[in-house]
């Protein structure tokens, strides 16, 4: 059973940072890329991020581009996402999602998903 973990969410103001976490188990985690998506009130769930199985290839949401980075460490089962430079518009709960291998920037490349972690920015 595959199952990922969120965390490190929270709140803070901003031009603030925070790094998310995400541990998986369940599945051999580098075998499979890795993704981050966000739901805001009121919105659909959108693409934030994603990283190939060796780390070598990344993607990005143009609007967090030069703000965000996502790295994952294989040996730790754990893919991140280190937020800086903070906006009231990044506020969204956080998801992280094995992906299929295809489709990395759409939800339907994706098969298994954390339970989401709150980020919210204060102005």
């Known amino acids: 059973q595959v199952q990922l973990v969120e965390s490190g969410g929270g709140l803070v103001q901003a031009g603030g940072s925070l790094r998310l976490s995400c541990a998986a188990s369940?599945?051999?985690?580098?075998?499979?890329?890795m993704g981050w998506f966000r739901q805001a009130p009121g919105k659909e769930r959108e693409f934030v991020a994603a990283?190939?199985?060796?780390?070598?290839?990344?993607y990005y949401i143009e609007s967090v581009k030069g703000r965000f980075t996502i790295s994952r460490d294989n040996a730790k089962n754990t893919v991140y996402l280190q937020m800086n430079s903070l906006k009231p518009e990044d506020t969204a709960v956080y998801y992280c999602a094995t992906s299929k291998g295809v489709g990395l920037t759409t939800n339907r490349g994706y098969d298994y998903w954390g339970q989401g972690t709150q980020v919210t920015v204060s102005s």
């Open positions: 369940g599945r051999t985690f580098s075998r499979y890329p």
């Open positions: 990283i190939s199985q060796n780390a070598g290839v990344t």
